[in-house]
């Protein structure tokens, strides 16, 4: 009798292991239906904030790398809440690259738990304090400017900072990430000399850079322009009707001919800034769209960096003429 109840509760062990492997392979299979999951690729899963850090990813870790930038064309990183699927997608990295310099300022509290079990890496972190720029009166407390990308100079450095964690985390293809990064950083080079000489073609008193929000204030310094944002730097801050008659009358002193929208920034206020003006007898065009803190579509040219900055200074040169 009691032997076999002995065998009835094993049988019942074994059942019940049994369901709950079974349960156990459902639910991972049900994980990894979406995406050709890393487990068994082999690759470093990446996940980045921003869409110039995602691609920078992608060009120094190649074939050896699977990425997945959380904002895409049209984001604001200022303004960006995680969703379920984000926190998903960083637990799931091997690896995590930010901007950091506060751009993804509601951000916080997430990297904070996650850097305790995996490399959380801000590409801006081998900068130095003499070339960042200091935030605006308008950035409500952040103390330097987080837009780094606009100088190619300094997005060089973030490349380096991403070659040389990858190399740390699989030195297996330390050689492959060293040779990409190389590679890129050579199209880099010749991408700020492509700034330089370009914007250096506008006629020196037309080189007035204006905008909804100031997240040109390094590529202002690096390729000479005079930069103003109506808006500040980060797109949190309030703007009101004092600044847009301030903006609207150096519009019309300065005879600027051409301001620009931005893809995550409401053209609202920019256009009423716009409308002031030609009240005072003084015709802005909208020069066009400029790519700030996103990039283009992804699979256009302008959905890469590259792509990016130079639609930006393209646009600038034929409005400013
Ligand atoms: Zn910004």
């Not at 895409?72 to 200022?78: E, K, Q, S, V, W």
């Not at 992804?298 to 400013?320: A, C, F, Q, R, W």
């Amino acid at each position: 009798m009691k032997k076999s109840n002995r065998t009835k509760s094993a049988v019942k062990r074994l059942i019940l292991a049994l369901v709950f492997l079974t349960m156990t392979i459902i639910v991972l299979s049900a994980c990894g239906n979406g995406a050709n999951q890393s487990g068994q690729s082999g690759k470093l899963k990446i996940t980045t904030t921003t869409g110039m850090i995602a691609d920078a990813v992608k060009q120094v870790g190649g074939e050896y790398v699977e990425v997945t930038g959380l904002m895409g064309a049209g984001i604001d990183p200022h303004l960006y809440k995680a969703s379920q699927g984000d926190v998903k997608k960083l637990d799931r990295a091997d690896i995590i690259f930010y901007n950091g310099l506060h751009l993804e300022g509601k951000m916080g509290e997430i990297f904070e738990r996650l850097e305790k079990s995996k490399p959380v890496v801000a590409i801006s972190s081998k900068l130095e304090e003499s070339q960042l720029q200091s935030g605006s009166a308008a950035t409500g407390g952040a103390t330097h400017d987080p837009h780094i990308w606009f100088n190619v100079k300094l997005w060089m450095t973030s490349v380096e900072v991403i070659r040389d964690t990858l190399v740390e985390k699989d030195s297996a293809n330390a050689e492959h990430y060293k040779a990409n990064a190389a590679a890129y950083l050579v199209e880099l080079q010749k991408l700020d000399v492509y700034a330089k000489e370009q914007i250096a073609i506008i006629p020196e008193k037309n080189r007035i850079l204006v905008t909804a929000h100031d997240a040109f204030g390094y590529f202002g310094k690096a390729y000479g322009m005079t930069v103003t944002g109506l808006q500040g730097m980060n797109t949190m801050s309030e703007y009101g009707s004092k600044d847009v008659s301030k903006l609207r009358d150096y519009l019309v002193e300065n005879e600027i001919k051409a301001v620009f929208i931005e893809s995550s920034v409401s053209p609202k206020s920019i256009e009423s800034v716009i409308e002031g003006a030609k009240k005072l007898g003084h015709n802005v065009t909208i020069g066009g769209q400029l790519y700030s803190d996103a990039m283009g579509d992804e699979g256009t040219p302008d959905g890469t960096y590259i792509g990016m900055v130079k639609h930006n200074i393209d646009t600038i040169v034929k409005s400013l003429m």
